[in-house]
């Protein structure tokens, strides 16, 4: 008797062991299913970032359209006031303020004066590129008022010599050489970059490995090639391969990504603002 009911005690606790191992198993099953859908999930969301623009995207720079309100709205960074000295626009419709002199330290490894507050960015893309294999090297960087003055009065000179009335000639020498405060040279925020092995200042410093490395990187350093192919009708100036000029990283970025330059970036910033 005891036996019998020894065995069914016995029957009953298999059964409830039984009972267990299926409860637990559905649970593992359900577990499984749960983490597959929540890993699936995350897998397709990594795969179409939201907020990731590809390199090169641009944004339609039109913003005179009327769209009615329903396009999003393109926000045009714009520096803070204490940093408005890195957008600054210097053309010939554009002046420095007169006597303007940044803080100027020497630029690594050359003679050259940068604004003190940019030289760090640009000795370290400078510095990158030779670790790259390449050989950069700066011809022109700061140019102090009395030097640009010089170099224009000497234009004036070369003018008149071929004939020239000396308002003629003033003229003529405004159209090669920036007249003294409208040279971006001034602000200490420029420089000609040239490959060592080739220094020639016309269209094929362009093809040179120097070029092409410092045109695709030189956002990421906070500078843009200031007077790029194809905007002179903006800049007034001539496709020069050679001429950088620090903006910070944030706008040299959009510049960029924009196909823009200066002009047209400032062009940009005024619409904004008066929206
Ligand atoms: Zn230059």
């Known amino acids: 008797m005891q036996e019998e009911r020894k065995s069914r005690v016995q029957s ?9 191992k299926l409860l637990v198993l559905i649970l593992v099953v359900v577990l499984i299913g749960a983490c597959a859908v929540l890993f699936l999930h995350g897998a ?7 907020d990731v623009v590809p390199p090169g995207e641009t944004v339609d720079a039109d913003t005179t359209s009327d769209a009615g309100g329903t396009e999003p709205e393109i926000i045009i960074p714009v520096v803070s006031e204490e940093d408005s000295w890195k957008t600054v626009l210097v053309n010939s419709s554009h002046a420095l303020a ?18 003190a507050r940019a030289a760090e ?3 370290t893309m400078l510095q990158d590129a030779r670790t790259e294999g390449l050989a950069p090297m700066i011809c022109s960087s700061y140019r102090a008022w ?3 003055t010089a170099l224009f009065e000497k234009q004036v000179a070369k003018q008149q010599a071929t004939g020239l009335s000396y308002e003629e000639a003033y003229e003529k ?34 093809e040179t490995a120097e ?15 200031r007077y790029p192919l194809g905007k002179s009708e ?18 040299a970025q959009y510049i960029t990504e924009n196909d823009l330059c200066l002009e047209e970036y400032w062009q940009l910033v005024e619409n904004q603002q008066a929206q």
């Open 12 to 20: 009953q606790q298999q059964k409830k062991q039984q009972q267990t």
């Open 44 to 50: 397709g969301e990594s795969e179409t970032p939201e």
């Open 98 to 115: 007169d006597g303007y002199v940044p803080e100027l330290v020497t630029v690594d490894n050359t003679s050259f004066k940068f604004d």
């Open 121 to 123: 960015d640009l000795n």
């Open 146 to 148: 009395e030097r640009q």
């Open 173 to 206: 020498a405004k159209s090669v050489v920036a007249y003294p405060g409208t040279s971006e040279h001034q602000t200490g925020l420029a420089t000609d970059i040239v490959a060592t092995s080739h220094q020639l200042l016309d269209d094929s410093q362009a």
């Open 211 to 225: 070029q092409q490395w410092l045109m695709e990187n030189c956002w990421k350093y906070g500078f843009i090639l």
């Open 234 to 251: 903006y800049t007034g100036i001539i496709y020069e391969p050679w001429h950088y000029r620090y903006v910070g990283k944030e706008v």
